[in-house]
T-cell receptor, first 111, second 116 residues
Framework: DAKTTQPTSMDCAEGRAANLPCNHS???????VYWYRQIHSQGPQYIIH???NNETNEMASLIITEDRKSSTLILPHATLRDTAVYYC????????????FGGGTRLMVKP | GAVVSQHPSRVICKSGTSVKIECRSL??????MFWYRQFPKQSLMLMAT?????????EQGVEKDKFLINHASLTLSTLTVTSAHPEDSSFYIC????????????FGSGTRLTVV
């Protein structure tokens, strides 16, 4: 699976949009971009995933660049409960493969 | 969406004893489950892949005789930490994928193991 690079930490003001970048310049054509987050002392929570089109759900939006070498997770109105470590993971779409976690971005939402 | 239940959430045990952690897929069947370990301020590290009806596949450096994995049914995988030592104290997390939908991988809530 392709390697990802994320900033170690970011701050965001409560109520503002949080934009979390991820670089995956070695991504291949059959690899999806997944985003998970982990709130302290809990298991990771699925947020969103995409292949090449932008995606939106009730939690977030995922913007993937046209060359697919980078993506941005957008939390439109961050709340204090969004404080967590956010992981960007790239993996092939076939079933059975595990997820490999990098260091992630520690997002701190401040009042 | 898919739900994975992990039990217990927290356990304290004495050195030399064994601890069993259960991971259940509540509303779907999982032929494959994954076990991760996470030390403080570190990322999740895959320990092993649990396959229903067959032997687990362990990652390099993970002792299969110490971390026993059993996946006897399509909804249950167990991880037993045998002869636990303080260095085994960690956060253990299981994961499974619901192949029915588009939810990606679902994780359990984790088990905080403290060996004293």
């Amino acid at each position: 699976d392709a390697k990802t690079t994320q900033p170690t930490s970011m701050d965001c003001a409560e109520g503002r949009a949080a934009n979390l970048p991820c670089n995956h310049s070695t991504i291949s054509g059959n690899e999806y971009v997944y985003w998970y987050r982990q709130i302290h002392s809990q298991g990771p929570q699925y947020i969103i995933h995409g292949l090449k089109n932008n995606e939106t759900n009730e939690m977030a939006s995922l913007i993937i660049t046209e060359d697919r070498k980078s993506s941005t997770l957008i939390l439109p109105h961050a709340t204090l409960r969004d404080t967590a470590v956010y992981y960007c993971i790239v993996r092939a779409g076939n079933a059975g493969n595990m997820l490999t976690f990098g260091g992630g971005t520690r997002l701190m939402v401040k009042p | 969406g898919a739900v994975v239940s992990q039990h217990p959430s927290r356990v304290i045990c004495k050195s030399g004893t064994s601890v069993k952690i259960e991971c259940r897929s509540l509303d779907f069947q999982a032929t494959t489950m994954f076990w991760y370990r996470q030390f403080p301020k570190q990322s999740l590290m895959l320990m092993a892949t649990s396959n229903e009806g067959s032997k687990a596949t362990y990652e390099q450096g993970v002792e299969k005789d110490k971390f026993l994995i059993n996946h006897a049914s399509l909804t249950l995988s167990t991880l037993t930490v045998t002869s636990a030592h303080p260095e085994d104290s960690s956060f253990y997390i299981c994961s499974a994928r619901d192949l029915r939908g588009n939810y990606g991988y679902t994780f359990g809530s984790g088990t905080r193991l403290t060996v004293v």
